[in-house]
């Protein structure tokens, strides 16, 4: 987000920032995405529509300490760009516990048939 945000407790102008989302994967953008959150098995929440995820920026005062943020589309060379990045780990993950289940199943199968 372009220009300068004005603190509407004390009129102090803001900077600019982002708030850390904590994953196992270390630290990544908050995000705001359209509808109600959807159970997903696999990881825990999913995203209806992944093209319209956009990255949250937050404004800090630097007097205060309030914190403003917004949702805003970012666009480069006017094409707006998605905050959604591809997850290739995700597959991996989930061949790699598939897997190892079938080589648990495979080792109980084998050890109950002698």
């Known amino acids: 987000m372009k220009g300068t945000v004005e603190c509407t407790k004390c009129r102090v102008q803001m900077e600019s920032g982002w708030v850390p989302d904590n994953t196992q994967r270390g630290l ?10 959807q159970p997903s098995f696999w990881t825990l929440l999913k995203v209806e529509n992944k093209d319209k995820v956009i990255p949250v920026t937050t404004f800090r005062c630097p007097s205060c300490g309030y914190l403003e943020s917004y949702a805003i589309p970012q666009s480069q060379n006017g094409v707006l760009v998605s905050a959604r990045s591809s997850r290739p780990w995700q597959l991996a993950a989930v061949l790699l516990g598939l897997v190892t289940v079938l080589i648990a199943l495979g080792v109980v199968l084998l050890t109950h048939a002698r």
């Open 28 to 37: 990544l953008r908050e995000n705001w995405c359209p509808g109600e959150p």
